[in-house]
């Protein structure tokens, strides 16, 4: 029995093989090195999803998404780095093959539909015990109040103080005017406010109004005249 092998075209490609299985990750490679962004999010959806990609350069390619706005393929591609990433810590060893976890994270804040996916990256930003920056956290904070997750938004903020960085005043007023519709955060609210309040920024007349009436039925009537006098 003779088998005849496949025309093959220039570069040794079987005419029949789909062009990705043989040449996308290469693309992608060149993409990556030219610093161009949009044909880096071309070549990676043109990969195959079964067809193995370098770590390091699935991580190049997400930070590159992520740096010019595509939020999407972004987080894509973090996802299918953790899905073949070795061992049982994804997280880090995409972390060690280079990638900007806050970069991602600022990216997925981007758009307050993708909190969810936000959420994920930000856990595993928290799980690897990589430092946070303030500018996606604050980003993060915006995204959750965007969405009325207001709790989840204190939380960040406290995480933030545990990291040694402090928040805008723009975060700060934000998450005290929460207490305004939900007067049972009058309490985090007041915190936050403590915060601003030491950083020496003012508190308009109307947020101070807002945190003393939560602070009124939610509070002490030493936290809402301290409002109230801001």
């Known amino acids: 029995l003779t088998v005849t092998p496949a025309p093959c075209a220039p570069g040794g490609r079987p005419h029949h093989e789909p062009r990705h299985t043989w040449e996308m990750a290469d693309e992608l490679r060149k993409a990556v090195q030219a610093k161009d962004a949009d044909g880096a999010v071309s070549a990676y959806a043109s990969l195959d999803a079964s067809e193995p990609v370098d770590l390091k350069l699935l991580c190049a390619a997400c930070n590159l998404m992520a740096f010019h706005r595509h939020n999407a393929a972004a987080f894509s591609a973090f996802e299918r780095g953790l899905s073949v990433a070795p061992g049982d810590d994804g997280g880090g060893a995409l972390v060690a093959a280079g990638l900007n976890l806050n970069a991602l994270l600022y990216a997925t804040c981007r ?70 519709a939900e007067p049972r955060l009058a309490q985090m609210s007041y915190a936050v406010f403590s915060t601003l309040k030491g950083s020496g920024a003012a508190v308009p007349p109307a947020v101070a109004a807002e945190l003393a009436t939560a602070c009124l039925r939610h509070g002490t009537l030493e936290q809402a005249a301290e409002a109230y006098a801001a």
């Open 111 to 180: 758009d307050p539909a993708m909190l969810e996916s936000a959420r994920r990256v930000w856990g595993v930003l928290t799980s690897v015990g990589a430092k946070p920056e303030l500018e996606p956290l604050e980003k993060l904070i915006g995204s959750c109040l965007k969405r009325r997750s207001h709790d989840e938004a204190f939380s960040v903020f406290l995480a933030a103080i545990d990291a040694g960085l402090t928040p805008s005043p723009r975060a700060c007023l934000g998450l005290i005017r929460t207490c305004a």
